[in-house]
């Protein structure tokens, strides 16, 4: 993106940072100076000679520059044509020249620029080139310095003189001194000009500036003319970026070549060029540099933001990435975080009036954001985890005293950086166990209002309780009393409302202890009507407002984890003390959560993820074995989608063109000669191709065999034999589809 810049009329120098108001264009070019020190030998008889017809043909009172410039052109032509001899014979011996020079002089002082005039000397001057006269360096002198003056600046172009220098400045053996000059009129006569700058990328005039930044003698002149040909003017800019100038201009800080006021050009003209730059053109060590720079206490805030945008374009490819982790310069990105959030920050513009505090505020944040998030995709490369797995290194150890920091961009930093390093069991374990992090998470959670650090803080805590021996730690620090939060208040956004929730299914999974904390009652007391509600009485409520799929199902799939776990707590060789535990616990899940059987409905019924479909299954055949979660299956069967699911999973296809029978279930009575089921599976992971899909759908069909076994087994004497029928069609047809 580009800025608006200040400007200043005394170049090299940077635009004056402070302003009372945001510039015009018209105010944001920069005009090239005269060198301060003249590098012509002044003790040349011919300049000296120059000098003296000048001053014998000036008028001592004036102080007018056009008159000036007229006169000492006279003077150098007069020199080149009777010393030197290097303008053409056809202009010797006449006064038509000197009448030029003079009617060109007359028309200046009452305005009129005379270009015909600028065109003849536009010719004299060309031939002093070509006869490598040593007076072009004078005449060139003279010309940059008239080009200071705003009026002289697009008659220079059109007379041809523009274009004149950029072919000087093409001039294989050109001199310092000439080079110089050549470049003080071309960066002057493109001062707010858009028509002179357009001359300058039409005639190719950009790579033979960009090319005087490999001299030291030239490169003061040489950044504010690049810098006057590209503001604001996109053309050149996309030149500049084609031609390289980025490369060059990085090259020259590795150096350290450049201070202020050049320094805050280069930045400047860095930012222009940030669009759709060409990264792979740079060298490796670009970023570092950058950074390095951006922590310059002597640039203004406007400098440091270039730099550090600059860097972070580079930073998101991964050939970067990789090379500042290797290389061990991620804490430059940290210090450059860090300090844009203390206040340590260079002094902004605004402060004495050039912009506004509330747009350099909204640049720094915005830059903090994308630092934030290519900090976060480079903790996720395999590399950083591998380079930072000793939690005690200072750079780790620097991340989770951030996560106590005053400020959300650092704490959002710590969360994602953390959290992407929180994936092996190792890390997970120590973290935990022996740095206690998930304290000043939960602390966050409690605190902060950033929607993307509660983001992040949840998503943090869900890697960590992947690891099963964390599950049981975290559900005893209450991070299930501290998710409510996000469950209660209209405020709170969906995602967040599903990141909390998909927190505790994690916690959840395979933890019987979190399983019970879930179904504990929201009262003590029996005869609040508190005491036969839970915390997934609260999440099914939610689930019944929710328009938000993804949060109904993080309730459908909690809903399925906490049957999973009290199924598998009492499978096996389980003591007779925790198969009962287990049945208090099936009969408590099922009988306090009338409802219970709706979010299981939306994972059988949608066929965008298959494992989610298993999941359903199987969760909907455990609970069939309860006589009140059959109950609870019987409402959802009235569902269209629901039974005609059935139907596709057991047989294959589905015959419904109408909503489905109501299948009435009363209390269990038994079934009789019914044929043999097969065992419950868990739900599997998700298919691929081939064997393993078909293996899938074969795991569906048994378990949603068992369930139509159960709803049979319990079916009420009343029901009609239509129902049943349904069903029994529904089992021995799947049963024919198993055993072909």
Known sequence: MTREYGTSKEAPSPPPSHPSSPLSSADRASTI???TSETVDEEDPDIIAIREAALKLRISTSDDEDEQMFRSLEAIFRNAQEQERSIDPQYAGTDNLWAVLRNAENASQHGIQDVPALRTIAILLEQMVWSESRLMVVAARTLGDASREVQWRLPFA?????????RVLGTSNITDELAMHSLRLIGNCCSDLDENREKVVENGAIPLIIRRLNNPRLIPIAIPVLFNVCVDYEPAQKESKDKGLGASLISLLTRDSLAPPLLGYACRMLDMMSDDYPVGTSPIFTVQVLLKDSLNASLDADDCISLADFAIIHLREEIFQQHIIREDYLDLAMKLLLRSTSGSMPSSSSQSGSSSPTRVDDEFSTMRISLVETLAEISSLPSFSSKYEDLSSPFVQSLIRWLNAPHPNLQLCACLMLGNLARSDPTCRAMVSDLLIYRPLLSLLKTSSDPQVLHAALGFLRNLGLLPENKQILGDADILGVATRFWTSDATSAPLTTASISLIRQITNASLPNVRKLLASLSPDPESP??????????????????DITTRMEIARLVAASFRCIHASGNGNASPRRQ????????????LHPDLAQPLAIMVSQTRWPALRSEGWFSLALMARSPEGVVSIDSILEQAEVFGALEETIRGRSSLTEPSLHLSVAAPRGLSGSPEMPPLYASASPPATGSQSDEIKSKDRDNALILVHELLKNMDDDASSIQRTALEDLLNGGHRARNS
């Open 33 to 35: 100076p005269k060198p």
């Open 158 to 166: 059109e007379s041809g003189i523009l274009e004149l220098f950029f």
């Open 530 to 547: 508190a005491h036969s509600r839970t915390q997934l009485s609260v999440l099914l409520s939610i689930f019944q407002k929710s328009d």
């Open 580 to 591: 009962e535990i287990r049945k208090q616990l099936q009969h408590r899940l099922c009988s």
